[in-house]
């Protein structure tokens, strides 16, 4: 069975600075995706960014960049020059070759003023 | 491009009560997905369809939720009888079925309350 795991529940950064979220899964699958989703109050899920597990490169969208690493089954997200509109919920979202997307339990991110 | 469609938005009903949830996928997605959210939970998966085949619905609780979706385009999922633990939001999502790399894309979900 795959599993998602986010450990911190809630996190609050001021805007403009620098905030990692962690991530870790299990998965018996070689292939498969990691994904990033935002989810803010109007409850909309929309991606931020996405990682093929092949991959060694580190994959960026502007201010978001991951730190993958599939030995240690890690996938934290890093958010640059945080914004006001960057509070939400995050997602980590695992999709094995079943093409099932399998989520974790979510961090709740406030950028303060 | 449209989005993924969902209706009502809103819904309070009474335990024991009926109620269905519709969703218009993005056209040409053949996979479609519903997904339950529980308040401060991640979304879990109820069922996912490719066209109009079930290829998942481990997680449904059969005994009170069905789900269809005729002509593989939208799709309709049911609670019959509701109970107070289906209180949460469901969320339809639909994506193409290029590779494992291709992002769902959600709906704006529909809040369901039970009393």
């Known amino acids: ?113 | 491009e449209a989005g993924v469609a969902q209706s009502p938005r809103y819904k309070i009903i009474e335990k024991r009560q009926s109620v269905a949830f519709w969703c218009n996928p993005i056209s040409g997605h053949a996979t479609l997905y519903w997904y339950q959210q529980i308040l401060g939970q991640g979304p879990k998966l109820l069922i996912q369809f490719q066209n109009n085949g079930v290829v998942d619905d481990s997680q449904l609780p059969k005994d009170r939720f069905s789900a269809e979706r005729l002509k593989g385009v939208d799709s309709t999922l049911k609670i019959q009888p509701a109970k107070l633990e289906d209180s949460a939001v469901y969320l339809c999502a639909s994506s193409s079925i290029v590779g494992l790399n291709t992002e769902a894309f959600f709906g704006q979900g529909t809040r369901l309350t039970v009393v």
């Open chain 1, 1 to 113: 069975a795959q599993t998602v795991t986010q450990s911190q529940p809630e996190m609050s950064v001021q805007e403009a600075e620098t905030v990692t979220l962690s991530c870790t899964y299990d998965t018996s699958e070689n292939n498969y995706y990691l994904f990033w989703y935002k989810q803010p109050p109007s409850r909309q899920m929309i991606l931020v960014i996405r990682q093929e597990a092949y991959k060694q490169q580190n994959a960026t969208e502007n201010r978001f960049s991951v730190n993958f690493q599939k030995a240690a089954k890690s996938f934290s997200l890093k958010i640059s020059d945080s914004q006001l509109g960057d509070t939400a919920m995050y997602f980590c979202a695992l999709r094995n070759y079943g093409q099932n997307f399998v989520f974790g339990p979510g961090t709740r991110l406030s950028v303060l003023p």
